[in-house]
């Protein structure tokens, strides 16, 4: 199968870059599909020079994609870098974005004139979505005037309406129980809306909140205490030894300073996102408008259930609707508009 070339798109969805692949043309075999996925990818070595990786977390990704009765199946693996390890315990709201225009391209979802709505269950939590794509004339349209901050230029808008987010992976929204406990010394608020999150203050922290993605990577002690949090706030929230893990991330959130809802730098464990997942983003807004949240004092409030959540290169735009207080609050709508976009379609050769 590898010898001649294994078929291949690698496509941007929303701030993320990755490759698709229809589930039939990967091993059956999880070990062996993930192996054959490091060597696709490059992993492990620092630049994936052998390999279609961008040697970033944010570009070293995967979505497989099978048809269903209902419409497609979406596995997202995140491939590391100077690793060799795939993890299939998280989401990825940004590759998702490329689901729909793919599965219309493979031939699994029938387009419709004008636009095609593509029911997809996120197998990794459980979770559906519907990607909305436009599709005049029966034929997937990249070209449009939506621009999404962290990625240069305009293109289609694809709409994506999430179903179940909440507690997808640890079982609860505040899988705590609490809208704010204390791990490791540090003020947080664990949150689960499509993505296992920890959210801390910028304060708690001794940082401001503002600073550039490769400062706060180059803060080793930041780093150290964020490991800490991060290993003991994954029992926490049902996900247990979280060591070799990429779940959960950890969100630094300070007042905003763009008109958004709240200021955020994230790490993806260990790197720091040029901008924020969606699903992070999504978990972001909960506990921005959640009372007695770490958020809460500092968020600024919104207007409806439209947030600009702000990042290191703009800010996204997700809505969030909710309902309740305290431990029963429920979210009862998560949507967000992403953009995403064919770079090529071929085959790919893994090295041997």
């Known amino acids: 199968m590898t010898g001649q070339g294994i078929p291949c798109m690698v496509m941007r969805g929303g701030t993320s870059k990755g490759a698709y692949f229809l589930a039939e043309d990967l091993p059956q075999d999880d070990r ?6 490091l060597r696709i990818m490059g992993s492990p070595d620092p630049r994936q020079i052998d390999g279609i990786g961008g040697a970033h977390p944010l570009t070293s990704k995967v979505a497989v994609v099978r048809r269903t009765d209902e419409g497609v199946d979406y596995h997202f693996l995140q491939v590391s870098v100077d690793q060799a390890a795939v993890s299939d315990r998280q989401n990825c709201g940004n590759l998702l974005a490329g689901v729909g225009p793919f599965a219309i391209e493979r031939g699994l979802i029938a387009a419709e004139d004008g636009g095609t709505a593509v029911p997809i269950r996120m197998t990794n939590t459980g979770g559906g979505a519907t ?61 689960d809306n499509g993505m296992p999150t920890v959210v801390l203050r910028a304060g708690d922290l001794g940082v401001r909140g503002d600073e550039t993605p490769a400062e706060l990577e180059g803060d080793q002690r ?5 490991e800490r949090v991060r290993r003991d706030a994954g029992k926490l ?38 901008s924020i997942g969606v699903l992070g983003a999504a978990s972001v807004a909960v506990a921005a408008v959640l009372p007695g949240s770490v958020a809460s004092g500092m968020a600024v409030a919104p207007d409806g259930p439209r947030m600009r959540i702000e990042h290191p290169t703009g800010a996204l735009e997700v809505e969030v609707e909710l309902d309740g207080t305290g431990p029963d609050i ?6 967000i508009v992403r953009t995403a976009r064919k770079l090529f379609d071929g085959r790919v050769f893994p090295r041997s």
């Open 222 to 226: 930041l780093r150290e205490v964020l």
């Open 131 to 191: 990607a909305h794509v436009q599709t005049p004339g029966r034929t997937v349209e990249y070209d449009g005037d939506t621009a999404i901050d962290g990625v240069p230029g305009t293109a289609a808008a694809i709409v994506l309406d999430f179903e179940d987010t909440a507690g997808s992976s640890c079982g609860a929204l505040l899988p705590t129980g609490s809208a704010q406990d204390v791990i490791a010394d540090v003020p947080v608020t664990c949150v």
């Open 237 to 274: 929230m049902n996900l247990g030894d979280v060591t070799a893990l990429t779940v959960p991330k950890l969100t630094i959130v300070s007042p905003p300073k763009a008109g958004g809802v709240i200021a955020t730098r994230t790490f993806i464990p260990h790197r720091v996102h040029t």
């Open 330 to 335: 429920v979210v009862r709508r998560t949507a």
């Open 32 to 37: 062996e599909r993930d192996e054959l996925l």
